[in-house]
């Protein structure tokens, strides 16, 4: 789904509706209309890329993380014919408060010679799926591949 921020003044209807669903998410109000085109879109990539795990691009706290993707990660372990993991890639901390500067640590035993899904809330840079997939890389994941919930449009 599209993300129109704030900074965009009147958006059609339906970019409204979709600027809504996107911040309920981010506040950890999951709406189904997410979860369900998430499944639907996870599914078609595991399979046609032969995924072997599930994980999720940390938020900005453990606890936004798990308010996210705690039931996108119940939903998805039901649908899926792979495993799904929360823990797979985490904050070493919460990131700084300031400069939001966030630290990542891995699951290597998770994610070693596996092709992983990683699963993200907004897609804006770039800047934290390039920084996740370079640490799951380097923590022996055979492929990644990047899901997002929306992208940034400007």
Same mark, same amino acid.
Do not use: W
């Given at each position: 789904?599209?993300?129109?921020?704030?900074?965009? #003044?009147?958006?059609?209807?339906?970019?409204?509706?979709?600027?809504?669903?996107?911040?309920?998410? @981010?506040?950890?109000?999951?709406?189904?209309? *997410?979860?369900?085109? *998430?499944?639907?879109?996870?599914?078609?990539?595991?399979?046609?890329?032969?995924?072997? *795990?599930?994980?999720?691009?940390?938020?900005?706290?453990?606890?936004?993380?798990?308010?996210?993707?705690?039931? @996108?990660?119940? #939903?998805?372990?039901?649908?899926?014919?792979?495993?799904?993991?929360?823990?797979g890639v985490t904050l070493k901390f919460d990131?700084?408060? *300031?400069?939001?500067?966030?630290?990542?640590? !891995?699951?290597?035993?998770?994610?070693? +010679?596996?092709?992983?899904?990683?699963? +993200?809330?907004?897609?804006?840079?770039?800047?934290?799926?390039?920084?996740? +997939?370079?640490?799951?890389?380097? !923590?022996?994941? #055979?492929?990644?591949?990047?899901?997002?919930?929306? #992208?940034?449009?400007?």
């Amino acid at each position: 789904m599209d993300y129109y921020p704030e900074s965009v #003044k009147a958006p059609s209807a339906k970019l409204a509706h979709d600027r809504d669903t996107v911040q309920a998410f @981010m506040t950890g109000d999951v709406y189904p209309e *997410i979860l369900t085109q *998430i499944e639907g879109k996870a599914r078609e990539i595991v399979n046609d890329m032969h995924i072997d *795990i599930v994980c999720f691009a940390p938020g900005t706290t453990g606890a936004k993380t798990i308010l996210r993707f705690g039931e @996108m990660a119940e #939903k998805l372990s039901e649908a899926l014919p792979c495993p799904v993991f929360l823990d797979g890639v985490t904050l070493k901390f919460d990131s700084d408060p *300031i400069t939001h500067k966030r630290f990542y640590q !891995c699951n290597k035993e998770r994610v070693n +010679g596996k092709s992983v899904l990683l699963i +993200g809330g907004i897609y804006t840079t770039g800047q934290s799926l390039q920084k996740v +997939g370079d640490l799951l890389h380097n !923590c022996g994941a #055979k492929s990644i591949h990047g899901l997002f919930v929306a #992208k940034t449009i400007q």
